[in-house]
């Protein structure tokens, strides 16, 4: 997989999204066929190729915005070896999972959360970098946050096939941020908060959404998120310059 990212950033520019194309892809298949050992059914083979094959190319989009330096290339590529092999582990603790009950499943459930955040962080981070119109922001960030979210909120229940519940919530809340990237288009932000913004609330919509689902759904835990998304939607407003 490094190899694969390595190669995306030495073909020309003109070929550069064609080549990140071609690593979703082989990243996908080769996701599949790793995986596909403990995992029971079709669908367990493709959720848990998904993290893995998004995180590949956000990490390659979010490469470019890199200065071009031999130390940030190199830094990066061993950052990008070291967690890819934990969302391997994570995924393969997954498909085990989803046949008996492991102790690991716990950990791997906050790993493969913390890994679904940093990948829609470099998600959101490389579409407001395109400084496109709101609606096309909106309409990027709904396609990425769909697939991100359904795994995520799969992997809170680890069944061997996924249910209309987890569907509609990944939908749900993909439209939500998907509104939310819509609004702060119009807001004089840097893209960096901009990110973050999102990045927060998908934190507390697959937090909610997974504890829902798990039925751990406490009112400590919705006053615990309600207060993150009261001091995310501050700080949104304090770093927010309405000047010229």
């Given at each position: ?12 520019f ?16 080769f ?14 083979k ?23 330096s ?8 061993i ?9 391997f ?10 046949m ?8 791997a ?16 981070n ?13 309409l ?16 809170a ?10 569907l ?31 990045t927060?609330?998908a ?21 615990e ?20």
């Amino acid at each position: 997989m490094t190899l694969l990212l390595l190669i995306t950033q030495t073909v020309s520019f003109s070929w550069r999204y064609f080549s990140i194309l071609g690593l979703f892809l082989l990243s996908f298949l080769f996701s599949t066929w790793s995986l596909s050992e403990g995992a029971g059914s079709w669908s367990v083979k493709i959720i848990t190729a998904i993290l893995p094959s998004f995180f590949s190319v956000a990490v390659a989009m979010f490469y470019f915005l890199f200065p071009e330096s031999l130390v940030y290339q190199v830094f990066l590529l061993i950052a990008f070896g070291v967690v890819i092999y934990i969302v391997f582990l994570t995924e393969n603790i997954f498909t085990v999972a989803t046949m008996r009950t492991i102790a690991l499943s716990r950990a791997a459930q906050t790993v493969g959360f913390l890994i679904t955040l940093l990948t829609a962080f470099f998600c959101y981070n490389t579409i407001f970098s395109f400084r496109l119109f709101g609606w096309w922001n909106a309409l990027l960030v709904l396609a990425v946050s769909f697939p991100l979210f359904f795994q995520a909120l799969w992997s809170a229940e680890l069944g061997k096939s996924f249910d209309s519940k987890t569907l509609l919530f990944s939908l749900i809340f993909s439209l939500i941020v998907g509104e939310l990237s819509l609004i702060v288009s119009f807001f004089p932000v840097n893209v960096l908060t901009g990110s973050l913004f999102l990045t927060c609330a998908a934190y507390i919509l697959i937090g909610l959404g997974s504890a829902y689902l798990a039925g751990r759904l406490f009112r400590q835990i919705v006053k615990e998120y309600l207060v993150v998304g009261g001091l995310m939607f501050l700080f949104l407003l304090i770093t927010t310059s309405w000047r010229g």
